[in-house]
């Protein structure tokens, strides 16, 4: 029905940046919010940045002045962009979305299968 596709992760040193992305596909009405988690090793998944289709954005207090989330709605794309990157911030990163199918106004949530961002020390 509906696909998440992340890219953008990979191995960079602290202090670098990296721009992850995230393309939702298939049956889509609208998308409504959309939003990263990350989940590293041994801990539970956590909000990164989640941003609604109008709105104000939301982060955690751990990247807030770091990270940025944006999203391009032609494209049902969600960004985020990691700066000042910390050892602390190596997990994977999930991409959610909460999609409408029809015009019924039932959403449904999707999760992408992750991309890992390592940073090191």
């Known amino acids: 029905q509906v696909q998440l596709v992340e890219s953008g992760g990979g191995l960079v040193q602290a202090g670098g940046s990296l721009r992850l992305s995230c393309a939702a596909s298939g049956s889509i009405f609208a998308i409504n919010a959309m939003g990263w988690y990350r989940q590293a090793p041994g801990k539970q998944r956590e909000l990164v940045a989640t941003i609604p289709r109008g709105g104000s954005t939301n982060y955690a207090d751990s990247v807030k002045g770091r990270f940025t989330i944006s999203r391009d709605n032609a494209k049902n794309t969600v960004y985020l962009q990691m700066n000042s990157l910390k050892p602390e911030d190596t997990a994977v990163y999930y991409c959610?979305?909460?999609?409408?199918?029809?015009?019924?106004?039932?959403?449904?949530?999707?999760w992408g299968r992750g991309t890992q961002v390592t940073v090191s020390s």
């Open positions: 959610n979305a909460k999609v409408q199918l029809s015009a019924d106004a039932t959403l449904y949530m999707y």
